[in-house]
């Protein structure tokens, strides 16, 4: 991502900070939350795939509220491993906007090994596979069976703190441009959209600014097109 694209991100983030000036907010107001969206939108090539095939697992994926979004995040377990299976810290959550924050429905942390062939140069998130312990008394026990020992120390050690708030920061100012994306296509700002097969969408304004967000599903944004255009005219649409 170029450096206008960061800079329109901080400017979100600055122009939503003053409008709750007048009460306590959460928002962070340096570039923190930025580089980390900055980071998760366009990615690891190999974690975003990752991260798409867990929201399409139940275990990871679900929804209790249909306005709502979910935002996976990993960790690596054992970061001098290249090679599948990889281990990782999962945290998944559930979001909707509430005043100058998200809020979490719902939230899932824990250790998880993911298997892919390694013999393939892309990647097919139906060839992905993986393996999480069960709850409550069968937690310790699959560890051991699931994950090496050096992991299994590290996931016994493992603070979920710092993982949960990245997630959080990550869903904020997701949220936040796509609301500043239907904004712009409902009042014809919008002057084309590229959408990728991963969910990441790139839009650029009438007036040259550009936004960069996740879509909650799939082709979201054309639905949004396509109703403004008998208002608007012709958006220039591309996909991968």
Same mark, same amino acid.
């Given at each position: 991502?170029?450096?206008?694209? &960061?800079?329109?991100?901080?400017?979100i983030?600055?122009?939503?900070?003053?409008?709750?000036?007048?009460?306590?907010?959460?928002?962070?107001?340096?570039?923190?939350?930025? $580089?980390?969206?900055?980071?998760?939108?366009?990615?690891?090539?190999?974690? +975003?795939?990752?991260?798409?095939?867990?929201?399409?697992?139940?275990?990871?994926?679900?929804?209790?509220?249909?306005?709502?979004?979910?935002?996976?995040?990993?960790?690596?377990?054992?970061?001098?491993?290249?090679?599948?299976?990889?281990?990782?810290?999962?945290?998944?959550?559930?979001y909707?906007? @509430?005043?100058?924050?998200?809020?979490?429905?719902?939230?899932?942390?824990?250790?998880?090994?993911?298997?892919?062939?390694?013999?393939?140069?892309?990647?097919?998130?139906?060839?992905?596979?993986?393996?999480?312990p069960?709850?409550?008394?069968?937690?310790?026990? @699959? &560890?051991?069976? &699931?994950?090496?020992?050096?992991?299994?120390?590290?996931?016994?050690n493992?603070? +979920?703190?710092?993982?949960?708030?990245?997630?959080?920061?990550?869903?904020f100012?997701?949220?936040?441009?796509?609301?500043?994306?239907?904004?712009?296509?409902?009042?014809?700002?919008?002057?084309s959209?590229?959408?990728?097969?991963? +969910?990441?969408?790139?839009?650029?304004?009438?007036?040259?600014?550009?936004?960069?967000?996740?879509?909650?599903?799939?082709?979201?944004?054309?639905?949004?097109?396509?109703?403004? $255009?008998?208002?608007?005219?012709?958006?220039?649409?591309?996909?991968?």
């Amino acid at each position: 991502m170029d450096k206008k694209a &960061i800079l329109i991100l901080l400017i979100i983030l600055i122009a939503v900070t003053a409008f709750y000036l007048w009460g306590e907010t959460k928002i962070p107001q340096d570039k923190e939350g930025v $580089e980390e969206f900055v980071a998760y939108y366009e990615g690891n090539q190999m974690e +975003r795939a990752i991260t798409e095939y867990l929201l399409n697992q139940k275990q990871f994926g679900w929804k209790t509220k249909d306005n709502s979004q979910n935002f996976c995040v990993v960790e690596s377990l054992d970061p001098e491993k290249e090679l599948f299976p990889l281990y990782f810290w999962t945290y998944c959550g559930e979001y909707i906007l @509430d005043g100058d924050w998200v809020k979490t429905l719902s939230g899932s942390s824990g250790p998880v090994k993911i298997d892919y062939p390694n013999e393939l140069s892309f990647y097919n998130p139906n060839r992905f596979s993986y393996e999480a312990p069960g709850d409550g008394s069968h937690y310790s026990e @699959d &560890i051991k069976i &699931i994950f090496p020992e050096l992991v299994q120390e590290r996931i016994f050690n493992f603070d +979920r703190k710092e993982i949960i708030s990245r997630a959080e920061k990550i869903a904020f100012i997701n949220m936040m441009s796509w609301e500043l994306i239907k904004s712009a296509i409902n009042n014809c700002e919008a002057e084309s959209i590229f959408q990728a097969h991963n +969910r990441n969408v790139a839009a650029e304004l009438k007036n040259g600014e550009k936004l960069f967000f996740i879509e909650p599903q799939i082709d979201d944004i054309f639905e949004l097109v396509k109703s403004a $255009e008998p208002r608007c005219g012709k958006i220039l649409m591309a996909t991968e």
